[in-house]
């Protein structure tokens, strides 16, 4: 299973999800195929998807499940190397 | 990749009968029901026709009208499109689904061919039922309105809706 970020992206870029299959070229439907997870997207997909977006395949997507966005906003900055003993 | 040749989801309006889900659900209720009834009830008719087999009559014609009208319509709908559109018409989710569907409509007809071999062979052997020429006919028919219905009627089911 394949976990993904493209709701939050798109809502982020203020995009509808008909505005969003329009670029990158699908039904409307199948974005929210997509962003509940019930389909898995082609490679080529994928990569027009991160294209649309702006960022790597892997800000998108992940084989493992992404950790909540509060956790990740709440979660402590990892220390300079030179600080660690 | 080369450009698809229309819009992938976008169906010709103008040439498909753009019904709703729950439309389509009745549809492929009513072709496929009503076409089966059609074929159960035949069986009933006699070859003399009396007055009590004149109402019979009736239910037969009409659902055999019913079930072809709304098999035909099902046909004309944009489920349809979608389920004899080529790859380049629909998305890649679409296509899936397509293939999806096809392959359920091949294992429910292969099933019901095989049930109805062994359902004759057992006729035979056991009661010396033989099916007519106009038994087979009546199958016949009944399985091409399937085969042409069933894709379109399963993509109709498994229809998520406008918010996918």
């Known amino acids: 299973m394949i976990s993904n970020r493209i709701q939050i992206f798109r809502t982020d870029r203020g995009l509808s999800r008909k505005e969003l299959a329009a670029l ?8 929210g195929f997509l962003e509940r997870g019930s389909y898995t997207p082609s490679v080529e997909l994928a990569l027009q998807l991160a294209r649309v977006f702006g960022v790597s395949v892997e800000a998108v997507f992940s084989l493992e499940p992404f950790p909540p966005l509060a956790a990740q906003i709440g979660a402590p900055s990892s220390p300079p190397k030179g600080d660690t003993p | 990749m080369s450009a698809p040749a229309t819009t992938p989801g976008k169906t010709p309006s103008k040439a498909y009968l753009n019904f709703s889900r729950n439309t389509a659900h009745a549809l492929s209720v009513g072709a496929l029901g009503s076409l089966s009834l059609w074929f159960a009830l035949k069986f009933l008719l006699t070859e003399e026709p009396g007055p009590q087999q004149a109402g019979l009559q009736l239910a037969v014609g009409v659902l055999a009208l019913a079930g072809m009208v709304a098999s035909v319509l099902l046909f004309l709908s944009t489920y349809s499109f979608r389920a004899n559109a080529p790859d380049a018409q629909i998305d890649e989710r679409e296509v899936t689904e397509r293939n999806r569907a096809y392959f359920r409509a091949y294992q429910t007809l292969v099933f019901v061919l095989l049930l109805s071999y062994i359902v004759a062979e ?15 006919a009546n199958f016949l028919t009944l399985l091409i309105f399937a085969a042409l219905t069933l894709p379109a009627a399963i993509l109709a089911w498994w229809d998520a809706g406008d918010e996918g």
């Open chain 1, 24 to 31: 990158v070229d699908v039904n409307p439907q199948t974005i």
């Open chain 2, 122 to 136: 057992f006729g035979e052997k056991a009661f010396g039922w033989v099916p007519t020429r106009g038994v087979i």
